[in-house]
């Protein structure tokens, strides 16, 4: 039996290049079959897309002026007054920051110093005149934020009598 297969082995090895050239041809019909049975299928139908119908804008000069315009004028309005008239490239209006946080700075001292003496009403009051002249300062919209927490709390606690 041994002998058998070597001498097998031997013609196949012979015929190897026949061999690899079969199987390539059978590849290649293979290929060319799939590709014709792929050609063969049906076009699937799709039905055609309803047309969409948008709606044109009426546009006239009112309604978009209308829209895109504030009732007043930017130098009106407190909050942006402020802003528009700090130029930080001008020395005055430098300056002028400069003091008002100062200024400021010890005005919130003083309110934190009556938030320490549980003094709310003076502390509120004076972070309150702090936010009128300058609304970006932080620390006093911390601190107001605390007097109201300690307000709650205090209006939740139940009286104490003696």
């Known amino acids: 039996m041994n002998e058998w297969l070597t001498a097998q082995w031997n ?85 002028v920051r400069t003091d008002l946080e100062a200024r400021l700075d010890k005005q919130y001292e003083k309110a934190q110093e009556a938030f320490l003496r549980n003094d709310l009403a003076t502390a509120e009051k004076i972070c309150n005149d702090i936010i009128a002249q300058m609304p970006s300062h932080q620390k006093t919209v911390e601190l107001l934020k605390m007097i109201s927490t300690k307000k709650r709390e205090s209006e939740k606690e139940p009286t104490k009598v003696p």
Do not use: C
Request: net charge positive; glycine share 4%.
């Open 11 to 95: 013609r196949l090895r012979r015929k190897v290049d026949h061999l690899v050239v079969a199987l390539l041809a059978i590849l290649l019909g293979i290929m060319f079959l799939l590709y014709w049975m792929e050609q063969q299928l049906p076009e699937p139908q799709v039905p055609p897309l309803p047309p969409i119908k948008i709606p044109t804008p009426i546009l006239d000069a009112t309604s978009v002026s209308a829209a895109f315009t504030h009732p007043k004028s930017l130098r009106e309005v407190p909050q942006f007054r402020g802003l528009m008239d700090f130029n930080m490239f001008d020395a005055r209006s430098v300056g």
